[in-house]
């Protein structure tokens, strides 16, 4: 069974930075490409970041794009999130994933964390 746990989160001001954590266990981690996904209140939820098998690719959304950054330690089995710049719109629920193929959409995310809470004051 895959497990993926979250930690990091917690309350910032705004332009400062978090560094998100996901550990995986259950399946070979290094095999797999990994996602950070985040819901706020009364939104849909939404493609943050995602990352390669081996590291070597990285897709964002536009909303974070140049202020957020995915990584992995396969030999860790974690996956990171560092978090920079952030705005009170970043406030959310993020949460980790993974599956066997990268997408934008959480239908095409198998495996998933029970989040861990952002929240930016203004």
């Known amino acids: 069974q895959v497990q993926l746990v979250e930690s990091g989160g917690g309350l910032v001001q705004a332009g400062g930075s978090l560094r998100l954590s996901c550990a995986a266990s259950?399946?070979?981690?290094?095999?797999?490409?990994m996602g950070w996904f985040r819901q706020a209140p009364g939104k849909e939820r939404e493609f943050v970041a995602a990352i390669n098998w081996r590291g070597s690719s990285t897709s964002y959304a536009d909303s974070v794009k140049g202020r957020f950054t995915i990584s992995r330690d396969n030999a860790k089995n974690t996956v990171y999130l560092q978090m920079n710049s952030l705005k009170p719109e970043d406030t959310a629920v993020y949460y980790c994933?993974?599956?066997?193929?990268?997408?934008?959409?959480?239908?095409?995310?198998?495996?998933w964390g029970q989040g861990t809470q952002v929240t930016v004051s203004s």
């Open positions: 259950g399946r070979t981690f290094s095999g797999y490409p």
């Open positions: 994933a993974t599956s066997n193929v990268i997408g934008q959409t959480d239908k095409q995310w198998d495996y």
